[in-house]
């Protein structure tokens, strides 16, 4: 989408000018990146084994180990696994944390004391603690930042709804999030109502505005697109 149209220019004379703007790219909620790792977060507090949702989640804003560390903490962890094999279906995340030491102090205090208290309360104290809107403002630019915090804030209201329907075990809340990403009805976080919206025709169809602008229909008809195929008269 970014390479087949001109938003991010129009996007980025609209800021100039002091006008703000989101660029709809047909993302979903449940696929933006800060979803993703707030979703591989609670696969790792429901599933305490799983590796790659620890991996995520230590790489992303979440918790933000840098990557030289990660990486060597991961080879400290294979040495430890390789040597006692019962880690490998028992807790196999417990180490990798314990390596990784002060930098995953947090997600390893909570992981700790997942079950001590509800899925809510834990990801709200984990999220003031490890600061994560000011972690995800900071990794994108401002616009994007701006939607990532939003969105997680929307994410907190989904888990605060399994709270209030007492469903209190981690793999309750994950089991909840995964009906609502298949039902597909979840729209990303709105930042400002007054933000001028770029996407596709495709994208804007059964949706309203006041003022709508169609631009690029000046354009020649019979240039190379990847897009769009035309069949030239012979």
Sequence with gaps: YRAS????????????????????????FF??????DL??????????NDVQAA???????????????????LRDHKVIVDSDPSLRHSDPVAPLLEKLGPEAQLLREFFASRHLTRPYLCLQEFSVQAQWLQSYTAAFDQEEGSLAAA????FMELVLQTDNAAQLSWMQVLRFIRDKEKEEGISLA??????????????????????????????????????????KDS
Excluded at 151 to 154: E, M, R
């Design 5 to 28: 149209t001109h938003a991010r220019t129009y996007a980025a004379a609209l800021r100039a000018r002091g006008i703000s703007v989101r660029i709809e790219e047909g993302q979903s």
């Design 31 to 36: 696929t933006r990146p800060e979803i993703s």
């Design 39 to 48: 979703m591989s977060l609670c696969r790792l507090m429901a599933y305490p």
């Design 55 to 73: 991996f995520q989640v230590l790489k992303s804003p979440l918790v933000g180990v840098g990557d030289s560390t990660l990486l060597s903490a």
């Design 151 to 154: 969105n997680i804030q929307k």
């Design 190 to 231: 709105s930042v400002s109502e007054d933000s001028v919206q770029l996407m596709t025709i495709h994208k804007s169809k059964g949706l309203e505005w006041p003022l709508v602008v169609l631009t690029g229909t000046g354009e020649e008809w019979e240039k190379a697109d990847l897009y769009w195929a035309k069949l």
